[in-house]
């Protein structure tokens, strides 16, 4: 059967050590997302090269779940689950912006569907 990922592609603050922000997503981040019953796999992954051309992100997250649809939740996003929701505004307030710079990151989410074969 296909899987429907989610595809999740973004930035730290400028300056944040990266092991820094590895344990936070091994001791906080992976423990929210990975308790949802929607989400069968979830991982986080940083660029270590780029081999030809340059991405915008550094950092992407693969999320595999059962259904986007239900993921999406109507706009509302993670299914709509209060306590995802809310662990993600806390992500963007740490990492995803910096008040003494101004610099904000984008989060674009994508959705796909795996060609099965």
Request: glycine content about 8%; cysteine-free.
């Amino acid at each position: 059967m296909a899987r429907k990922l989610v595809l999740l592609t973004y930035n730290i603050k400028p300056g944040v050590p990266l092991e820094e922000y590895a344990e936070y997503t091994r001791s906080v981040d992976y423990p929210v997302f990975r308790r949802n019953p929607g989400i069968q796999n979830y991982a986080n992954y940083v660029v270590r090269q780029n081999a030809r051309g340059q991405e915008w992100f550094r950092h992407f997250d693969l999320m595999f779940v059962d259904d986007l649809d239900a993921f999406h939740a109507g706009g509302k996003l993670h299914h709509g689950d209060p306590a995802v929701l809310e662990h993600a505004a806390g992500w963007r307030e740490r990492w995803g912006h910096d008040q003494e710079t101004g610099w904000r990151t984008d989060v674009n989410i994508t959705y796909a569907d795996e060609i099965w074969g």
